[in-house]
């Protein structure tokens, strides 16, 4: 086995009328270890998280972080999915009252590790009159990418500061950014907006690892077991 390169693949956002369920069509790529990371927002600031599900092709991703903002009560909340095979389907999002919206920005990437990833995570925050934010992660293992979904707020331009890349944004308040490449030790994503916002922004931090892929050693060496055992049985 081989070790597999992580790389960005595309970057889908959308938004829904007054609807409990978005649909965004999201595409995996060849190559295997496909991963979907994804950032959902809503307007429901209901006392309890309004997310039911959220699905690829049928699939259920896996919540990695949920908040409410401090200063509307509305939800953010951050899932993936991994181990994901090359196809064309529908990202699913679900919520449980149909008089609000979702907002999606959703990141695809291959070549990430199928039974670990994502590796390490956090959740950083600003308040106040800022346009900066400073994520630090530390890198547990080699040719790792460093992967963040950002919550500015409305109206406000996401920039991608030293070393950090822009994938997309949604509506002028959310977006997944990453490292671009690979990176090592201790990782720093720099984000920037603009306008400076007067209320909290927040970031969720992963590491994404990469996966392991089959080579050509492989299939000589399992080929050549079989011949052995085919010929012991002869």
Known sequence: MAVDTVAFSS??????????????EAVVPAGGNGFI?????????????????????????????EWQQNYNNRWNSVWYIRGVAAKTANIVATIDNSSHRVYIAAAVYSGVDSSSAPDAQSHFSGSGATSTLTD??????????????YYTHYGRNYVGGTGTTNRGQESGA??????????????????????????EWSTVDVMLNPGTVVVASDIEAMNGIAIADIQAVN
Request: proline share 4%.
């Open 136 to 149: 630090v992660l530390t890198v547990n293992e080699a040719n790792a990418w460093h992967v963040a979904a």
């Open 37 to 65: 990371f994804i950032a959902l927002h809503t307007n429901d600031d209901d006392a309890g998280s309004p997310y039911t599900s959220v699905t690829y092709d049928g699939a259920a991703f896996t919540k990695l972080y």
């Open 11 to 24: 970057f889908v956002k959308g938004s829904t009328g007054t609807s409990a369920t978005h649909t965004q």
């Open 174 to 199: 959310m977006g997944i950014a990453d490292s671009n490449g690979t990176v090592s030790g201790t990782h720093t994503l720099n984000h920037a907006i603009t306008p400076p916002v007067s209320n």
